[in-house]
């Protein structure tokens, strides 16, 4: 097999994912990158670009907990811990601008849940991680050498949330305070570098304490902790010299009560005093994360702004800072999610400047909000990355190439599409609309026009959506496009403005002009009847030029169902539509002959219309040919089926008849067959399974159905879940194919029909380790046209012939959009001129 080629020959456009659901898994590096655990990987977010600038694979299991180790110079970090439930603990090392897997501390039982990590030396990194053993280690990290374990504190039955590494003031000496499910936080030091030893107890939160975190101040250290208690707990601690015992005699001074401790280093005894500085109380549930704005240069000094962020479950998160006349401490700033059927948050974060600070959420979702210059104190949501919390499992371009759907096991519908900035120099992809927001686990989409597609969930039933005028109007201002030639694809007086679910439901319901209309005119007699209370429609028209945030995707962007289609006697698995949109073809979940038939449905009635039996068990994909005169389906039977459209003028009153198909016994693949595809002419068409094999059949013509293997038998590696031929740089000589296997690599073939065999196949490249997903390839889809989504749009002639030339280099780009297990779709732009 040949070598990959040049790296230019897939680039990745865009990821899109969002954060891990647990505490401790998201990090503010002091140049302003963002890390966060996402599935087994971990991403590298930067804010300004609003893009994933790196992936970093390396854990088998959840990413759990993710630590820059900062400086003490505020320089640029180095190392990034992360720890996952894997049971082990990956310092990444960064160079040459990318991050490299250095030590990995492998020792635990259990999924490790938090992590934190300081500098001893320059070479030597101290790290110390919790986890569901019921254990707390320290870890000792030298260079390019594994890992050494100094201790394990070992809890009994009891679990340790959040662990926190300081080292204590006027020493070397480090200090680890862990808080846990005892209510306490505990505080150790490691004394001569080897011993630990217990130092303190801090009692007062009445329930578990799930975040800590240290700071230094002149001197002096601080620890916040929070907990389900709804309480933050800010306790000092300072060093205690020879003469500050005399003072604690005199009746006349009040004092907070302190608990002393010694520590030895160097030969020299060292006496510090812990007491309770602050006790916050402003959240009205449980608080998960606790942050300090961090420290920073100005003019040659050290600066360290006395602020704490704080984030809890009552969707909130409150900026804390105390009063410059009385140092009482204050809530300065609080924001926070409104609406929506979603819980609240898990962590935060503030970055370096402390002019952003952001939390992510319970469903995964990144929170950003900016200070606003203009505005001093007001803060406003700014626009962030998002993706699927669960697996992706499968996604469809718009017939035009503009905008990504996509389906996964989060309930969700999601769509995403190029936001041009107003400069027109940047371009980043975002999730503009949230179509779908179900109460299923999703399995399969079809797009059936511009603004219409069919989706499947673990249900018996398929649902059909169009999109509202809000989307249109609001699709035409983040992308680009012209709005009339958008408005003029259907029929736009009859749109309604938006949706809303109605309470426990689960279809959206459409909410037109004369429902706003009526809802705003209601005045001051609102709540005549008791069921006024409770609003049927959540749903607020809004005029949006950038991506919209959360909240706004929870409730304004919904799409109204317009069709509900019942056939299946089991939970849907895929779907697929016809170049017109004038058929869907659909399958479910099958163990028996009878429940294994694909069902055809008329979408202009949207009345089944046949079904087609052939196959024993699931059929795993469907793809109807370009000229839609043939449909493929492929099964868990490790068969494939092939059926052709009947003209209408034959005896034959049924739509489509079997014209071909494989036998068990005589077939190639030998086990399930996961994946189909078309050529882009309509000759031949493939299919991939988990025998690691992928074929090539054909030729496919209208007189004569003899179809057989025209390829050699391609072995790729490894099971193979996905295919897709791509219709821009594929000619009658020559095809292009990408592949994705289990392991999440995604292959690129150039196949030439009537070679011989072994010759036909040849290796173009490949996804290196940071581009492949870490889980199973999902869907693999290429964009139905060449150019690269959003770089070229116009409304008229005249913008056309402007642009003549950028749309000449267009033609030699495509791009290919997947899904993935690993919560991720993935968009890459391939060169023609690299291949």
């Known amino acids: 097999m040949a070598p990959p080629l040049l790296e230019t020959c897939m680039e990745t456009c865009h990821v899109a994912c969002c954060a891990n659901r647990t505490p401790n898994v998201v990090s503010w590096s002091r140049r302003g990158t963002v890390a966060f655990g996402t599935c087994n990987s971990v991403a590298l977010y930067n804010p300004q670009e609003r893009a994933v600038v790196a992936l970093l694979n390396g854990h088998t299991g959840r990413v759990n907990a993710v630590r820059w180790i900062h400086r003490s110079d505020c320089g640029q970090e180095r190392h990034l811990v992360s720890a996952g439930s894997d049971n082990r603990l990956i310092v990444w090392e960064a160079q040459n601008d990318t991050f490299i897997r250095s030590v990995e501390c492998t020792g635990h039982t259990a999924p490790v849940s938090s992590v934190d990590g300081i500098y001893l030396h320059e070479s030597q990194i101290l790290v110390a991680s919790s986890a569901s053993d019921s ?105 205690k010299s020879g003469t500050d015992g005399h003072s604690d005699d005199d009746p006349t001074i009040i004092r907070m009560k302190e608990d002393i401790f010694e520590v030895h280093w160097n030969d020299k005894s060292f006496k510090f005093a812990v007491s309770l500085e602050t006790v916050l109380a402003g959240h009205e549930n449980w608080v998960y994360g606790v942050h300090w704005h961090p420290p920073f240069y100005k003019d040659g000094e050290l600066q360290q702004p006395l602020s704490l962020l704080s984030a809890s479950m009552d969707k909130t998160m409150i900026l804390w800072a105390p009063e410059e006349g009385s140092g009482v401490w204050v809530e300065q700033v609080r924001v926070g999610e409104v609406g929506g059927n979603t819980l609240g948050f898990f962590g935060c974060q503030m970055s370096p400047d402390g002019c952003m600070i952001m939390a992510h959420a319970f469903h995964g979702a990144l929170h950003l909000w900016c200070k606003d210059q203009g505005d001093e104190g007001q803060w406003r949501p700014a626009v962030v990355i998002s993706g699927h919390f669960n697996a992706v499992q499968d996604l469809s371009w718009d017939p035009e190439g503009e905008f990504i759907l996509s389906v996964g096991s989060d309930q969700t519908t999601r769509l995403f599409t190029p936001w041009k900035k107003n400069d027109g120099k940047q371009l980043t992809w975002h999730e503009i609309s949230r179509p779908q927001i179900h109460g299923y686990d999703m399995q399969c989409l079809a797009m059936v026009g511009r603004f219409q597609f069919v989706s499947g969930a673990d249900e018996k039933v398929l649902r059909v959506f169009q999109a509202p005028r809000n989307f249109v109007e609001n699709f035409a201002n983040i992308s680009g496009i012209c709005r009339e030639r958008l408005l003029m694809t259907g029929d736009a007086a009859n749109l309604p403005e938006g949706a809303s679910t109605p309470a426990l439901g689960l279809s959206n319901k459409a909410v037109f002009q004369g429902d706003l209309v009526q809802k705003s005119s209601e005045g001051e007699d609102k709540f005549n009847r008791v069921s006024d209370q409770y609003q049927e429609s959540y749903f607020h028209p809004l005029n949006m030029t ?237 964009r139905p046209r060449p150019g690269r989504a959003g770089h070229v749009h116009s409304c008229g002639v005249a913008q056309e012939k402007e642009k003549s030339g950028q749309t000449d280099s267009e033609s030699s780009w495509a791009q290919l959009c997947s899904a993935s297990a690993d919560h991720s779709v993935k968009i890459f732009t391939i060169n023609k001129q690299a291949l």
């Open 135 to 239: 254990t707390v280690r320290l870890w000792l990290c030298r260079g390019d050498t594994n890992a050494e374990c100094l201790h394990t504190l070992s809890f009994g039955s009891g679990f340790m949330m959040d662990v926190s590494l300081a080292l204590l003031p006027g020493s070397r000496v480090p200090i680890v305070a862990c808080g846990g499910d005892d209510s306490r936080v505990h505080l150790y030091v490691l004394n001569h570098g080897k011993e630990l030893q217990k130092a303190l107890t801090l009692q007062g939160h009445e329930d578990w304490v799930r975040g800590l975190a240290w700071i230094s101040m002149g001197g002096e250290l601080l620890l916040a902790s929070c907990s389900q208690d709804c309480l933050i707990r800010v306790w000092r601690l300072c060093a």
């Open 546 to 782: 950038e991506p919209p945030p959360e909240d706004h995707l929870l409730q304004n962007t919904l799409w109204p169902e317009v069709q509900k289609l019942y056939g299946h006697g089991f939970e849907m698995f895929c779907l697929a539509a016809d170049r017109g949109g004038t058929l869907v073809a659909s399958a479910c979940k099958a163990t028996k002959t009878e429940h294994a038939s694909v069902l055809l449905w008329d979408t202009s009635s949207w009345r089944q219309v046949q079904a087609l039996s052939y196959h024993t068990l699931t059929v795993t994909q469907m793809a109807f040919s370009p000229d839609s005169k043939f449909l493929l389906a492929v099964s868990r039977d490790r068969t494939w089926s092939l059926w052709k459209r009947n003209s209408p003028t034959s005896e034959n009153s049924e739509r489509f008849s079997l014209c071909a198909h494989t036998a068990k016994e005589s077939a190639v693949h030998s086990r399930i067959i996961w994946s189909c595809d078309w050529s882009p002419d309509g000759a031949y068409f493939t299919t991939c399974s988990r025998d690691k094999k992928v074929i090539v059949w054909g030729r496919i013509e209208a007189e004569h159905c003899d179809v057989k293997p025209c390829s050699s038998i391609l072995d790729v590696g490894d099971s193979a879940t996905a295919v897709a031929f791509c219709p821009v740089f594929s000619s009658a000589n020559s095809y292009l194919l990408a592949v994705g296997l289990e392991s999440g690599r995604i292959l690129l073939y150039k196949w030439t029909p009537g070679l011989m065999p072994a010759s036909d196949w040849i290796f173009c490249g490949q996804t290196d380790g940071s581009q492949s997903h870490c889980l199973a390839v999902k869907r693999l889809r290429w």
